[in-house]
Structure formats: C-alpha cells, structure tokens
C-alpha cells in the first residue's frame, strides 16, 4: 500500500509543471485575474496535496480492506495465527452465520483464553494480530458472543 502511494506522488510531481500552466490558462481564460502567477502557483501546489489526501482515503476505505481479505479457512486459522486477520471478514459474513457452539469450536479450534473485557460463559475470543501492526500490546480480537440458545449472536473484532 506504501508502495502504491509513493508512485502516485511521483506521478503527481511529474504532472505539476504542465499543470502550472493549465491552471494558468484556465484562470487567464475564466477570469480577470491579474497576478495569474501566484495563483497559479498555488494551484499547483494545493491541487496535489488534495489529490493525495483524496487516493490515500479511497486506497486506506476501499482499496486495502479488499486486497487484505481472504477466504475462511480452518486448517490456515487454526496452523497460522498471523493469517487470522484477513479471514475476518468472511468469517464474520459467512462462515459463523447460524452455527453452535460446538461447530464454532470445531472449525476454529480452541479457543485463546481471556477475552480482554468481554468474559462470560457465552462469549469465545480469539487473538488476531494485524500482519502491519508493530506493537505488541495492541492487537485486536475476534469476539464471538452466543445467545441464550447457544447460537452465533455477534461477531466482532475488537482491538484489545
């Protein structure tokens, strides 16, 4: 996702000269304006930084929770802890709709221990660390709550 941002600023600084005088023509043509240069100047310098702002939001809301995504898969959740966070998704959607709690335990494994705030006899938690995350104290959890009939009721994730 870095990778991706830093070649979109490229792009934007290597279009930033014709685009001074494109601001420059379109100002001359639709306004009287005198000091055609400073705004223009301006224009070229504030019009990247909306733009960035603009790609980062829709690459950090749309673009990565897509590509961050996977399909469930127990033999992988159970085995590879650090793949658990692109699973979400999908087991929140799909997979723990209408199941037990016996079916949760058998396709999720035991479960990790403590829930970090949310204890009950009804409540199953599973760590899931984020694969960017560098600290070791946040990490997020998947909180499975059942109801009084022993089904899925919610299913979130939660960082701890």
């Known amino acids: 996702m870095i990778e991706l941002i830093f070649i979109f600023i490229v792009i934007e600084i290597l279009f930033l000269i014709p685009s ?3 601001y420059r023509k379109f100002l001359k043509r639709k306004s009287g ?4 240069k400073i705004y223009s100047f ?4 504030l019009m990247p930084i909306i733009w ?3 790609f980062i939001g829709i690459c950090y809301g749309i673009i990565n929770p897509i590509l961050r ?3 469930f898969n127990s ?3 159970i085995e590879n802890t ?3 966070y692109r699973m979400i998704n999908d087991l929140k959607e799909n997979v723990l709709i209408g199941k037990n709690k016996t079916e949760v335990l058998k396709i999720l494994g035991q479960n990790d221990g403590e829930c970090g705030y949310k204890t009950s006899p009804n409540t199953i938690c599973y760590l899931v660390p984020e694969p960017d995350n560098i600290g070791v104290l946040d990490h997020y959890e998947l909180v499975i709550v059942f109801d009084k009939f022993g089904k899925v ?3 979130s994730s939660e960082l701890i």
């Open 75 to 77: 033999k992988d959740w």
């Open 82 to 84: 650090n793949s658990r």
């Open 153 to 155: 009721e919610n299913v």
């Open 42 to 45: 301006l224009a070229t310098l």
């Open 69 to 71: 995504s996977k399909d």
């Open 33 to 36: 304006i005198k000091n055609l």
């Open 52 to 54: 960035t702002a603009l």
């Open 20 to 22: 001074f005088f494109l």
